[in-house]
Protein backbone atom coordinates (compact mmCIF):
# COMPACT_ATOMS: atom_id res chain seq x y z
CA UNK A 1 0.00 0.00 0.00
CA UNK A 2 1.31 3.39 -0.93
CA UNK A 3 1.84 6.26 1.08
CA UNK A 4 -0.32 8.27 -0.33
CA UNK A 5 -3.29 5.85 0.12
CA UNK A 6 -2.43 5.26 3.84
CA UNK A 7 -2.33 8.79 4.26
CA UNK A 8 -6.03 9.25 2.20
CA UNK A 9 -7.47 6.48 4.85
CA UNK A 10 -6.28 8.40 7.99
CA UNK A 11 -8.16 11.29 6.59
CA UNK A 12 -11.01 9.54 5.84
CA UNK A 13 -10.81 7.79 9.64
CA UNK A 14 -10.18 11.05 10.82
CA UNK A 15 -6.83 9.73 12.51
CA UNK A 16 -4.00 11.31 13.29
CA UNK A 17 -0.35 9.77 12.43
CA UNK A 18 1.92 11.00 15.47
CA UNK A 19 4.77 13.58 15.68
CA UNK A 20 8.34 11.37 16.01
CA UNK A 21 9.73 14.98 16.87
CA UNK A 22 7.98 16.79 19.39
CA UNK A 23 7.67 20.06 19.74
CA UNK A 24 10.42 22.33 21.56
CA UNK A 25 9.64 24.16 24.58
CA UNK A 26 12.37 26.47 24.65
CA UNK A 27 10.70 29.95 25.83
CA UNK A 28 12.43 32.36 23.71
CA UNK A 29 12.15 36.17 24.19
CA UNK A 30 10.84 38.99 21.55
CA UNK A 31 13.12 41.15 20.29
CA UNK A 32 10.59 44.15 20.74
CA UNK A 33 10.39 42.21 24.42
CA UNK A 34 13.79 43.53 25.63
CA UNK A 35 14.13 45.96 28.65
CA UNK A 36 17.30 46.97 30.60
CA UNK A 37 18.10 45.16 33.21
CA UNK A 38 17.14 46.59 36.75
CA UNK A 39 18.35 44.08 39.30
CA UNK A 40 20.62 41.21 39.91
CA UNK A 41 20.16 38.14 37.86
CA UNK A 42 17.16 39.31 36.08
CA UNK A 43 19.15 38.67 32.84
CA UNK A 44 22.62 36.71 32.26
CA UNK A 45 24.25 36.63 28.63
CA UNK A 46 26.44 33.53 27.94
CA UNK A 47 28.87 33.06 24.99
CA UNK A 48 31.55 30.64 24.20
CA UNK A 49 35.17 32.08 23.39
CA UNK A 50 38.25 30.02 22.05
CA UNK A 51 42.00 29.63 22.79
CA UNK A 52 44.32 26.97 23.03
CA UNK A 53 47.20 25.77 25.32
CA UNK A 54 50.49 26.33 24.54
CA UNK A 55 51.16 22.44 22.78
CA UNK A 56 48.29 23.86 20.59
CA UNK A 57 45.50 22.20 21.86
CA UNK A 58 42.33 23.58 21.51
CA UNK A 59 40.50 25.22 24.15
CA UNK A 60 36.41 26.18 24.49
CA UNK A 61 35.40 28.56 27.42
CA UNK A 62 32.04 29.62 29.02
CA UNK A 63 31.68 32.73 29.48
CA UNK A 64 28.54 34.33 31.94
CA UNK A 65 27.92 37.80 33.01
CA UNK A 66 25.16 39.60 34.34
CA UNK A 67 23.81 42.46 32.58
CA UNK A 68 22.84 44.39 35.53
CA UNK A 69 25.75 44.18 38.02
CA UNK A 70 29.13 43.42 35.55
CA UNK A 71 29.51 40.53 37.40
CA UNK A 72 30.89 37.81 36.10
CA UNK A 73 29.44 34.12 37.83
CA UNK A 74 32.16 31.56 35.91
CA UNK A 75 34.92 31.57 33.81
CA UNK A 76 35.26 27.78 32.45
CA UNK A 77 37.68 26.33 30.34
CA UNK A 78 37.29 23.01 28.52
CA UNK A 79 38.87 20.96 26.21
CA UNK A 80 35.06 20.43 24.80
CA UNK A 81 31.63 21.47 25.63
CA UNK A 82 28.00 19.43 24.63
CA UNK A 83 24.54 20.80 25.96
CA UNK A 84 24.82 18.89 29.36
CA UNK A 85 28.21 20.20 29.57
CA UNK A 86 26.27 23.43 29.51
CA UNK A 87 23.66 22.48 31.98
CA UNK A 88 25.98 21.02 34.39
CA UNK A 89 28.07 24.63 34.90
CA UNK A 90 25.05 26.74 35.15
CA UNK A 91 23.72 24.17 37.53
CA UNK A 92 26.91 24.94 39.24
CA UNK A 93 26.70 28.71 38.89
CA UNK A 94 23.08 29.26 39.69
CA UNK A 95 23.93 27.14 43.01
CA UNK A 96 26.33 29.94 44.22
CA UNK A 97 24.43 33.23 42.89
CA UNK A 98 20.58 32.14 42.07
CA UNK A 99 18.65 31.71 39.15
CA UNK A 100 18.37 34.04 36.48
CA UNK A 101 15.21 35.19 35.13
CA UNK A 102 16.72 35.05 31.16
CA UNK A 103 20.01 34.03 29.37
CA UNK A 104 21.41 35.76 25.98
CA UNK A 105 22.50 33.04 23.92
CA UNK A 106 23.89 33.38 20.43
CA UNK A 107 21.81 30.27 18.09
CA UNK A 108 25.36 27.94 18.79
CA UNK A 109 24.61 23.80 18.75
CA UNK A 110 25.26 24.32 22.59
CA UNK A 111 22.99 26.42 23.52
CA UNK A 112 19.98 24.87 20.85
CA UNK A 113 20.35 21.60 22.30
CA UNK A 114 17.82 19.85 23.87
CA UNK A 115 19.73 19.26 27.11
CA UNK A 116 19.77 23.12 27.60
CA UNK A 117 16.01 23.45 26.60
CA UNK A 118 14.54 21.17 28.91
CA UNK A 119 16.59 22.39 31.92
CA UNK A 120 15.23 26.52 31.20
CA UNK A 121 12.06 24.81 30.58
CA UNK A 122 12.38 23.21 34.45
CA UNK A 123 13.76 26.02 36.17
CA UNK A 124 11.52 28.87 34.40
CA UNK A 125 14.36 31.12 32.86
CA UNK A 126 13.72 32.28 29.34
CA UNK A 127 16.62 31.65 26.56
CA UNK A 128 16.91 34.99 25.09
CA UNK A 129 18.16 33.91 21.78
CA UNK A 130 20.10 36.76 19.34
CA UNK A 131 19.47 36.74 15.51
CA UNK A 132 22.17 35.04 13.65
CA UNK A 133 24.63 37.53 12.23
CA UNK A 134 23.39 40.13 14.79
CA UNK A 135 26.43 40.52 17.70
CA UNK A 136 25.03 43.77 18.82
CA UNK A 137 21.66 41.62 20.40
CA UNK A 138 24.26 40.15 22.80
CA UNK A 139 26.58 43.36 23.30
CA UNK A 140 27.06 43.39 26.93
CA UNK A 141 28.74 39.65 26.16
CA UNK A 142 30.88 40.67 23.26
CA UNK A 143 31.91 43.88 25.60
CA UNK A 144 33.28 41.25 28.18
CA UNK A 145 34.61 38.92 25.89
CA UNK A 146 36.78 41.40 24.38
CA UNK A 147 38.19 42.55 27.75
CA UNK A 148 39.11 38.91 28.44
CA UNK A 149 40.74 38.59 25.34
CA UNK A 150 42.87 41.51 25.29
CA UNK A 151 43.62 41.44 29.44
CA UNK A 152 43.95 37.68 29.64
CA UNK A 153 44.03 35.47 26.66
CA UNK A 154 46.45 37.15 24.96
CA UNK A 155 48.78 38.16 27.57
CA UNK A 156 49.27 34.32 29.04
CA UNK A 157 50.64 31.14 27.35
CA UNK A 158 48.73 28.66 29.49
CA UNK A 159 50.81 25.20 29.98
CA UNK A 160 47.99 22.96 30.78
CA UNK A 161 43.96 22.86 31.41
CA UNK A 162 44.68 23.68 35.67
CA UNK A 163 47.21 26.35 34.52
CA UNK A 164 44.20 28.36 32.20
CA UNK A 165 41.40 27.84 34.75
CA UNK A 166 44.01 29.15 37.44
CA UNK A 167 44.91 32.34 35.38
CA UNK A 168 41.17 33.09 34.07
CA UNK A 169 40.03 32.43 37.67
CA UNK A 170 42.61 35.41 39.06
CA UNK A 171 41.70 37.26 36.03
CA UNK A 172 37.50 37.14 37.20
CA UNK A 173 38.12 37.91 40.72
CA UNK A 174 40.25 41.06 39.58
CA UNK A 175 37.75 42.10 37.46
CA UNK A 176 35.10 41.33 39.70
CA UNK A 177 36.43 42.24 42.62
CA UNK A 178 38.79 45.16 42.21
CA UNK A 179 38.33 46.93 38.90
CA UNK A 180 35.82 49.82 39.63
CA UNK A 181 33.21 50.08 36.50
CA UNK A 182 31.97 53.54 34.82
CA UNK A 183 29.12 52.07 33.85
CA UNK A 184 27.79 51.23 37.44
CA UNK A 185 28.64 53.96 39.32
CA UNK A 186 32.50 53.28 39.62
CA UNK A 187 31.97 50.51 42.10
CA UNK A 188 33.03 46.52 41.36
CA UNK A 189 30.73 44.01 39.88
CA UNK A 190 30.70 42.03 44.01
CA UNK A 191 29.52 45.67 45.70
CA UNK A 192 26.49 45.48 43.67
CA UNK A 193 26.11 41.47 43.80
CA UNK A 194 25.99 41.86 48.01
CA UNK A 195 23.70 45.14 48.07
CA UNK A 196 20.50 43.44 49.54
CA UNK A 197 18.24 45.25 47.15
CA UNK A 198 20.16 44.68 44.20
CA UNK A 199 19.76 48.55 42.95
CA UNK A 200 22.25 50.47 41.41
CA UNK A 201 24.51 52.54 43.47
CA UNK A 202 24.40 56.54 43.47
CA UNK A 203 27.35 57.40 40.66
CA UNK A 204 30.45 58.67 42.05
CA UNK A 205 32.88 61.51 40.34
CA UNK A 206 36.85 60.03 39.97
CA UNK A 207 38.85 62.65 42.11
CA UNK A 208 40.27 65.15 39.39
CA UNK A 209 43.44 63.91 37.93
CA UNK A 210 43.53 60.20 39.42
CA UNK A 211 42.77 57.43 37.32
CA UNK A 212 40.52 54.92 37.82
CA UNK A 213 42.43 51.83 40.04
CA UNK A 214 43.90 49.41 37.76
CA UNK A 215 45.36 46.31 37.64
CA UNK A 216 48.57 44.95 37.56
CA UNK A 217 49.48 43.67 33.98
CA UNK A 218 51.60 41.25 32.48
CA UNK A 219 54.72 43.03 31.14
CA UNK A 220 56.22 39.70 28.81
CA UNK A 221 56.14 38.78 25.72
CA UNK A 222 52.33 39.07 24.26
CA UNK A 223 50.89 35.64 23.01
CA UNK A 224 49.83 35.87 19.51
CA UNK A 225 46.16 36.62 18.92
CA UNK A 226 43.79 33.50 18.04
CA UNK A 227 41.55 34.46 15.47
Known amino acids: MNPKRIYRLYKEMDLQLRNKVPKRRVKAKLRDDRTVATHVNQTWAM ?11 KLRILTVVDTFSR ?8 FSYRGEDVVRALERICGEVGYPKAIRVDQGSEFISRDLDLWAYQKDVVLDFSRPGKPTDNAFIESFNSKFRAECLNTHWFISLDDAKAKMEAWRRDYNEVRPHSSIGHKTPIDLMK ?3 GSLPPPEQSPPGNPPAGRSKNRGHVKPTMH
Open 47 to 57: DFVHDQLATGR
Open 71 to 78: FSPAIDPR
Open 195 to 197: RSD
